[in-house]
């Protein structure tokens, strides 16, 4: 009897000791932390027996083929690889180290806690839905620093809307038909690149077979980073910019201000967007642009960013002028097209698209002003070129006028021109999305602050242009613009709307030199 009871009390053992293991387990694969950047949910949980892993859900279950890059502390971006997979994707855990190791060098040398950083995980895509459509997607999906450091799994669970159609599935057994593609020669053997031919299993490629000989061949779109356009390291981000005409000699200051110290929510992060424009079959007519997500964020609960604000004099500014602030940072805007991979060669599709990142100078936030005589033009300073940019591609959309006065909110410009609650930044290099014309002017690109969800609107930048106590009944009015082109999100198009105008100041009767009526 006493072998028996031993016998029942080790089995006992044993069947609480794999309970405790099912357990930990259980436990183990629950969420650590999970946070959401415009739909895409990134998830860290602690790792468990195997180690870590990382791991990309698609948008929609079918075979998808994703290139991955991160954005450096330079500006630059680090290729981390192209995989594929069917509704998931595993992405290299050890390859996505060795990119953060980078950055927590960079900030240690900056006494700054890597758990306050999320530099963007660039996901450039394309998947063929259940019905043979090839659609792609785009995403910018910041990854915690000091949660990969830890080796905390990660998985990011893409939303649905981010993807959208490339070609129908009668359009691809039209454009290849009938004996799929062909071998690659001439241009399209520049494709063989370090990183190239990709890494993936192109078995998995779609398979295209002729009913009527029964031959079967493999097709895989894959976007390759083809060219970066502009990588501007060390480089001023403006925040506010605006041309001044009329009497300036009433003006007593100008006070620009950033509004970090309103952030006192917890969790709330201070996140520059990533703007994407694609041009399928390299058509401008076809162009399809969208916020692709956030390109950085800092969790303000960890880094102490201050308020800042500087101040314009009056006296400095001269009609005209164009005055302005902005902050130290990097940016990188890149093209990338879409090849036709069969398993041995590449052949470059027209299907084009150009990519910005940018991101802040943790070290030194503070605003910086500029005051730019003359008019907006491509041979000034940055003030007068981000002016000139956006007198040529951006339109009117939002007219204000007070006494003695003018005050502004980025968020006013929200709510008037019924765009996303960002505020404008302007970056690197893109004067229209027609590649003749790329180098010409600055590149609009997004910037908001702890948006994730819909619901929730924080103002950053304030404006307040002063008038001298004789002056306090003369009149200053602002006109401000927002982008021709639309952004697609969340099932809606919204024009970029920021903070850049045109101020008019009138001490004596005199009309602005344009129509402010429409935004009385």
């Known amino acids: 009897m006493g072998d028996i009871m031993r016998r029942i009390l080790i089995i006992l053992a044993m069947v609480l000791l794999l309970g405790s293991a099912v357990l930990g387990a259980a436990v183990y694969s629950i969420p650590v932390d999970s946070k959401e950047y415009l739909g895409a949910k990134v998830e860290y949980r602690q790792s468990f027996i195997f180690g870590p892993n990382f791991e990309i859900e698609l948008p929609q279950k079918g075979y998808g083929i994703v290139t991955v890059s991160l954005l450096l502390p330079n500006g630059s971006l680090m290729d981390l690889g192209t995989f594929s997979g069917r509704d998931k994707i595993k992405i290299s855990y050890g390859r996505l180290v060795k990119a953060t190791e980078i950055w927590d060098l960079y900030l240690k040398t900056a006494n700054i806690n890597s758990s306050a950083v999320s530099p963007s995980l660039l996901l450039m895509g394309t998947l063929q839905d259940e019905n043979g459509n090839v659609k792609y997607f785009i995403k910018a999906v910041p990854i915690n620093v000091g949660k990969v450091l830890e080796g905390r799994s990660i998985q990011v669970k893409l939303p649905r809307e981010s993807s959208k159609t490339l070609y129908s599935g009668a359009q691809i057994r039209e454009k290849f038909r009938p004996a799929g593609p062909q071998k690659a020669n001439g241009d399209a053997a520049s494709a063989a690149t370090e990183n190239w031919p990709p890494g993936f299993d192109y078995d998995q ?266 002056y306090k009944d003369g009149l200053v009015t602002g006109k401000v613009y927002s982008s021709k082109i639309k952004f697609h999100y969340n099932g809606n198009e919204y024009k970029l709307a920021g903070m850049y105008g045109d101020v008019y100041v009138s001490t004596g009767g005199n009309l602005p030199p344009y129509d402010n009526s429409s935004g009385q």
């Open 205 to 470: 490629c779609y398979p295209k077979c002729n009913p009527w000989t029964g031959i079967c061949y493999l097709l895989c779109l894959v976007w390759k980073l083809e060219e970066v356009i502009t990588s501007a390291p060390n480089t001023i981000i403006p925040l506010a910019a605006f041309q001044v005409t009329g009497d300036t000699n009433a003006i007593y200051a100008v006070l620009i201000t950033a509004l970090y110290k309103q952030k006192t929510v917890q969790n709330l992060e201070l996140s520059f967007s990533a703007a994407a424009a694609v041009e399928k079959g390299g058509s401008s007519s076809s162009i399809e642009a969208e916020v692709a997500g956030f390109s950085y964020t800092i969790n303000t609960k960890d880094l102490s960013i201050p308020g800042s604000d500087t101040l314009i004099w009056g006296s400095s500014i001269t009609s005209p002028s164009v005055i302005g602030a902005g902050i130290k940072g990097n940016v990188v805007l890149a093209k990338y097209r879409l090849y036709l991979w069969d398993g041995f060669s590449s052949l470059p599709l027209g299907d084009v698209a150009y990519v910005i990142l940018g991101k802040p100078d943790e070290r030194d936030m503070n605003l910086r002003s500029f005051v730019e005589p003359g008019w907006p033009g491509q041979d000034g300073g940055i003030m007068r070129k981000t002016m000139w940019f956006v007198h040529s591609y951006w339109e009117p959309s939002f007219y204000k006028e007070q006494a003695g006065r003018l005050v502004v909110y980025d968020l006013n410009y929200v709510q008037s021109t019924q765009t996303l609650p960002l505020f404008a930044a302007s970056a690197a290099v893109l004067g229209t999305l027609s590649y003749s014309n790329l180098e010409l002017a600055p590149f609009i690109m997004a910037v908001g602050v702890g948006f994730k969800t819909d619901s929730v609107q924080y103002s950053l930048i304030h404006v307040a242009f002063l008038l001298k106590e004789e």
